[in-house]
């Protein structure tokens, strides 16, 4: 339906990049969040950003919700249900206890997420205690064992969908280690036990279980006692599992809500080293810009889409046409044809690997050298033993070395030359903020490059350069605003956030648009402390010098508008030299030229386009004659 | 006439020292006389030679002198013609003075267009600046450029200058040299010209801009440093993507006899409802949705205008921070660049003062745009300091875009110490890998950067103009194949790989690579290939050269290391009536894949013993008609694709078509089989 749109608004020519680079996401996704809703995952508390307490619980259902909202925008065909255990009421298909799913209106269990789930997952604290409650639900004596139900519960919704074409994930958030610590001989193992085939089960049918534990500094959670088992980790994974508990909440947060998306391959690909030495690496896009979705067309009497019919007709003769593959460009006068094959043919000019040509120091990357976002690399020994080695090796040599590889990279849409950016991993506070790997940085050529600098070049000698008194005041002023923690994309888009703000409150037909707060303005407020003030002033005063005068006056009319009202007093001032009724009584307007005639229009306000007859006429008409 | 119109004169060196270079001279300026066809139709051009044996310009009949200067064509619109004086260039035989050849070049443009054209006119000087120029009648040399460059600026003339030397540059003497090239500098310095020196072959194609865009400011006001502190700034696109024109449908519905047919195809939208398909909407009957999850959204235009965000136009300073924390790769699209007001010396002061600030505390600062007015969307970007190198030419900001926090998908990945040590590279690998790193340079000290952007041309942009001028000749041709020049931009340096051959051995003995036959024996689903979450299946280590071994473990794929023999086990394969079919048709894929990928023919031994395989097979088999057909696909394939020295290749092998002797299925007689190589190569003898 997108690209039948020919009215699509937000795809200007910018966006229009080949859909290879944009990823195709031709699976969908299909998870459930089983939440641990046990009295311990109440009880639990660590103090947040405003210092007051939060429990685990709380963090459960921020980070499903922060999940939900993103869902919603840049993955909505993807399903998700959720599911709570260690419930007091029950709330599932197969009526087990301590298992209770969460669902709104008009929605599947298992379903894409709406905007009345969103909002009414937002308000579920308030209800919970009444509605769904918490309680234990495996407890020594008694033979109910909640988490095996809720696996059960959870994989029967995954059945939906093939495996071929979905993927299917079960996430657990507890912060329960030990389950069953409380049972003992026998029974213990047999609860055990039958947990764990549930759990196996699951995994062979293609489901994979993955646990976001939440634990705190002081008693981390011990992955090895149970959950290990149940989601299959052995040997090196076990030592490579994170047990995630930062020293803050929100550290806790961040790390759960990354592990929340299921980490896609763009695509999979050949990286050619040197003389047939060649290695497996995956490609991940980690940052592309997110744009509002399509628009569909709607019938606005049944508000019912309609879908969009292309035809192709002849311009000579107005006849209808299959859709042609063959494509004209003029040149020289002739119309040279070229089929569809041919131009694909043009542009495959190196097989679709990635080819090593060298290592330059990271000084010859200008910041000019970019043209889209950059993707990132990662090794993989799937298919080829040894890939991941020979990829560290290099990376590190790379960091030490300071240098970055050049490479082709012979994509169908597009070949190009790339550099390949080493990344350390840096971890903060517990968690990870950049990960190891290299970036691939799309280079552009010569072509794509254009000599602004040149253009406005001082053909008479020098251009002016800073003093080292100015350069002083301006290292004098940067040290007064200084943003000390930025981090990139801390800002949320705000024209995004207004769109979906808009189409939240439309589709639940609420009356208020809420207003949401613009991150982006300067921060005014630190801009007037005294400090920031005078080393703007001294700043201004050495390189602006004393009588400086501000070009925008107080009133900061637009420039335009400026420039529009400046001319009308010039041409009145112009107009008024001649006796307009004078000449137009003569028939003398025509001996004027244009510049003089447009004189008289400005000054009266009139239109100034057209040819002079034209312009003749109408300051007739505006004379009354 | 266009109003953007260019007059622009080629001066091209062609004397001796210069014969090595002249065929990528003669493809960069022809590419560049392509796009005028296209892009520019009424630009004007001109092309004068030097250091030709012959002379032929006004000034040497004026007033004597300016010998071996040609002109070679006199200014005018840009046609056909300029394509074929360009083909092959003539050689010259003197050597070549640069400053003549300026000189007529400058009397041309002032003789056809006199003061009009201002900054339209554009000279563009290739030469190796290696000959002496001729000591003036009068004052130095130094005085003659200077006087030259005045006149330049005066009459509002451009001047590009690309300079071959280094690698492709000739023997010669250094003081000659160093001498022009302070003449040379002269004139970027005094008026508005450029100065490139090239030293690869690759670089000559790139120096010369072979399409002129008139850049447009996307802003032009204030840089709001505070409400009280403004500066005013222009902003340009710094880079962006060249393209292929996007081309038009063609129709062939128009009578033959129709000389004014376009050919062109009309494209028309109509919108009917899903659940009624013949009735149309009018289009005033339609309204837009907005998706949000699984519910569209109707709004109207009016609606969404009202409640849409509006930011004001504007430029602000958010603030500056360390240039650290603005890593590289969050750089998301092209480049833009800040420069000051041209002609407002207060705007470049203040500029200067805070680029030159930032750069030496290493800072950057953080900006939030609205270009235009009435925008639905602001950009955070990040402005790095661009420090002038030319007293001439005032310092900028370059600005590029930073992504937002919807923009970035935070997945994790395992830190490399988590990794077993197998996994890990031991000192010694680390130091193969080190020493690969550093002498696998294209940037070493003292040289040229090999394939540097500024200098690296587009090659799919060259083949899409040279394909166009191919079909002009000739509507039947093939695509040319890529330039030889140009392919080297897509492949290691060959002479690199040759000066670091016992580095690379090294490094490549360190590295053993297998394939992971574990992997292959599984189905994946295929939603699920997440690289390391994948548990690996553990199975007893496989000697695949044992039978036992091939018997086990069931071969499902022609893998890149063993193919024979993955291709062998894969054919005597009974558990299925396709194994056969499809152990070819992969083996076939893995040949092409060989010769194709081959560099300089390392993978032609490899390719002949597959074909042997596959030949062998198809006998067995009883499938001589796969393999034949194959074998005069591959070979037709290789000479299209320029690869004729892989047919050569099995010629010497005795690789040839399946005969009846061979299989009775075969339609192939025993002489067909054997002169089968032969015929399809005629170059051979």
């Known amino acids: 339906m997108m690209d039948l749109d020919p009215d699509d608004i937000f795809r200007d020519e910018d966006d229009d990049l080949g859909n290879e680079f944009y990823e195709k996401e031709a699976t969908k996704e299909l998870a459930v969040y089983l939440v641990d809703a046990s009295p311990k995952m109440f009880s639990s508390t660590s103090p947040n950003e405003d210092g007051k307490d939060e429990t685990h619980f709380d963090v459960a259902l921020s980070c499903i919700s922060q999940s939900l909202k993103t869902q919603i925008i840049n993955r909505s065909y993807d399903e998700v249900a959720i599911c709570f255990f260690n419930t007091r009421e029950k709330k599932n298909l197969q009526d087990l206890n301590g298992v209770y799913l969460f669902n709104v209106a008009d929605r599947d269990y298992l379903d894409r997420p709406t905007a009345r789930l969103i909002k009414e997952f937002d308000l579920i604290e308030e209800s919970f205690t009444k509605e769904i409650g918490s309680k234990y639900g495996i407890v020594s004596g008694s033979r109910e064992n909640s988490l095996y139900n809720a696996l059960w519960v959870a994989q029967a919704l995954l059945r939906k969908g093939s495996v071929k074409t979905a993927c299917k994930r079960m996430l657990l958030f507890t912060n329960e280690d030990d389950p069953f610590g409380s049972f003992k001989g026998a029974s213990k193992i047999d609860m055990i036990r039958t947990t764990l085939q549930r759990a196996k089960d699951a995994r062979d049918l293609g489901i994979s279980i993955e646990l976001l534990p939440l634990g705190r500094p002081e008693e981390e959670f011990n992955v090895s006692l149970f959950y290990a088992d149940l989601i299959g980790l052995e040997g090196d994974e076990l030592a490579q599992f994170i047990p995630s508990a930062g020293e803050k909440l929100e550290d806790m947060k961040d790390q759960l809500r990354k592990r929340m998306f299921k980490k896609r391959i763009v695509r999979k690909i050949n990286f050619l080293i040197a003389n047939g030495l060649s290695i497996e690496l995956n490609t991940y896009a980690l940052i592309r810009p997110t744009v509002p979705g399509a628009i569909t067309w709607l019938d606005s009497v049944t508000n019912r889409a309609l879908k969009a019919e292309r035809s192709f007709f002849c311009a000579d003769t107005g006849a209808l046409l299959q859709e042609s593959t063959k494509r004209i460009q003029i040149y020289k006068n002739e119309t040279i044809k070229l089929s569809v094959d041919e131009l694909s043919e043009i542009k495959r000019i190196s097989t679709g690997n990635l080819r090593l040509l060298g290592f330059k120091p990271l000084s010859c990357l200008k910041d000019y050298h970019n043209l889209r976002p950059s993707t990132f690399l990662f090794p993989s020994d799937e298919d080829i033993i040894g890939s991941t080695r020979l990829f560290i090796a290099v990376h590190r040599s790379m960091l030490r070395l300071k240098r970055f590889g050049v490479a082709f990279y012979g994509s169908s849409s597009r070949p190009q030359l790339v550099a390949l950016v080493a990344q350390e991993e840096i971890i903060i506070a517990g968690g990870q903020v950049e990960p190891p790997g290299m970036h691939m940085i799309y280079l552009p050529y010569s072509d794509d490059i254009r000599d602004i600098e040149e253009l406005h070049s001082d053909s008479n000698g020098t251009a002016p350069c800073a003093t080292d ?156 004659k | 006439m266009a109003r953007n119109k260019e007059a622009l004169l080629l001066l091209i060196d062609v004397g001796p020292s210069m014969h090595n270079v002249l065929p990528e001279i003669e493809r960069v300026c022809s590419t560049l006389i392509e796009k005028k066809l296209i892009y520019s139709k009424y630009d004007e051009v001109g092309v004068i030679l030097f250091g030709t044996q012959d002379t032929k310009n006004e000034l040497t009949k004026e007033v004597g002198g300016y010998e071996h200067v040609m002109v070679l064509r006199n200014i005018g619109v840009v046609d056909g013609n300029v394509l074929e004086v360009l083909q092959p260039l003539p050689r010259g035989t003197f050597p070549g003075d640069f400053l003549d050849a300026i000189i007529v070049g400058m009397d041309m443009l002032i003789k056809k267009y006199g003061p009009t054209n201002m900054g339209k006119k554009r000279l563009c000087l290739i030469t190796n600046a290696q000959c002496p120029t001729k000591d003036p009648y009068e004052g130095t040399k130094e005085d003659q450029v200077t006087i030259i460059a005045d006149q330049m600026t005066a009459q509002a003339m451009k001047m590009e200058s690309i300079v071959v030397r280094g690698r492709i540059g000739a023997e010669a003497n250094e003081k000659i040299m160093d001498e022009n090239d302070r003449l040379l500098n002269i004139f970027s310095k005094r008026t508005r010209a450029k100065l490139v020196h090239v030293e690869s072959p690759i670089s000559l194609l790139g120096a010369l801009k072979t399409r002129n865009i008139n850049p447009v400011t996307i802003f032009r006001g204030d840089l709001e440093v505070s409400p009280k502190m403004k500066i005013k700034i222009w902003v340009y696109k710094k880079t962006t993507e060249e393209k292929i024109p996007t081309l038009k449908k063609y129709s062939d519905r128009a009578p033959p006899t129709d000389k004014f047919a376009t050919h062109e195809v009309k494209v028309d939208y109509q919108y009917k409802r899903v659940e009624d398909p013949n009735k149309f909407v009018p289009p005033e009957q339609r309204i837009k949705g907005y998706r949000y999850g699984p519910q569209v959204v109707p709004i109207s235009s009016a609606e969404w205008d009202a409640v849409k965000f509006k930011p004001e136009k504007s430029v602000k300073l958010l603030g500056f921070t360390d240039a650290e924390n603005i890593m590289r790769h969050y750089y998301m699209k092209d480049v833009n660049i800040f420069i000051p007001e041209p002609g407002n010396t207060r705007a470049i002061l203040a500029v200067s003062a805070l680029a030159r600030a930032m750069k030496e505390a290493n800072k950057v600062a953080i900006v939030r745009c609205v270009w235009r007015q009435g925008q639905g969307s602001v950009v955070v970007g990040v402005l790095t300091p661009n420090i002038s190198g030319r007293e001439n030419i005032p310092d900028s900001f370059y600005f590029n875009v930073l992504p937002f926090a919807e923009d970035v998908r935070e997945f994790q990945f395992p830190s490399f110490s988590n990794f077993p040590d197998s996994w890990l590279p031991t000192e010694q690998q680390q130091e193969a890998a080190d020493n690969f790193v550093r002498m696998f340079d294209l940037a070493p000290p003292g040289k040229e950067e090999a394939l540097p952007p500024d200098l690296t041309p587009n090659p799919v942009l060259e083949r899409f103009y040279r394909c166009l001028e191919v079909k002009w000749n000739n509507p039947d041709a093939a695509v040319p194949p890529l330039d030889e020049t140009l392919r080297k931009i897509t492949e290691s340096d060959p002479e690199l790989l040759s000066h670091n051959e016992s580095v690379l051995d090294e490094f490549r003995r360190a590295f053993e690579l297998k394939e992971n036959f574990k992997q292959l024996l599984r189905e994946k689903p295929s939603g699920s290939n997440g690289g390391e979450d994948c548990a690996m299946i553990h199975v007893q280590s496989a000697n695949r050269d044992t039978n036992e071994a091939t018997s086990s473990i069931k071969i499902e794929k022609v893998g890149d290391i063993t193919p024979i023999q993955d291709f062998e086990a894969m054919i005597s394969r009974r558990d299925g009536p396709n194994w056969v079919d499809k152990a070819i048709t992969e083996m076939k894929n893995k040949i092409f894949y060989l010769v194709e990928d081959s560099y300089d023919g390392d993978n032609y031994p490899k390719a002949a013993e597959c074909l042997v395989a596959i030949r062998k097979a198809c006998i067995l088999e009883q499938e001589p008609k796969q393999f034949n057909d194959f074998l005069r696909h591959l070979c037709k394939f290789c000479k299209e694709k320029n690869l004729r020295s892989f047919n050569e290749f099995l010629a010497a092998k005795e690789l040839t078509l399946i005969s009846k002797s061979e299989a009775p299925d075969s339609e192939v007689t025993e002489d067909e089989a054997r002169s089968f190589v032969v015929k399809s190569e005629p170059m051979l003898e």
């Open chain 1, 469 to 624: 008194e100015q350069i002083k005041n301006a290292a004098a002023l940067m040290k007064r605003i200084d943003l000390k923690d930025f981090s990139v994309c801390q800002f949320a888009n705000p024209a995004l956030q207004r769109h979906y703000a808009v189409l939240q409150a439309l589709a639940l037909e609420e009356d208020e648009i809420p207003d949401i707060n613009d991150e982006t303005v300067p921060d005014e407020e630190g801009m007037s402390r005294p400090g920031v003030v005078k080393s703007l002033e001294e700043f201004k005063l050495s390189v602006y010098g004393e009588n400086y005068q501000e070009e925008n006056g107080p009133g900061k009319a637009v420039d335009a508008s400026k420039k529009r009202k400046a001319a009308a007093e010039l041409a009145a001032k112009e107009s008024a030299i001649h006796d307009w009724g004078e000449l137009a009584d003569n028939g003398k307007l025509k001996d004027l030229t244009v510049a003089q005639l447009k004189c008289y229009l400005t000054a009266h306000n009139l239109p100034v386009a057209g040819k002079k007859e034209a312009l003749i006429s109408r300051i007739l008409t505006h004379m009354g």
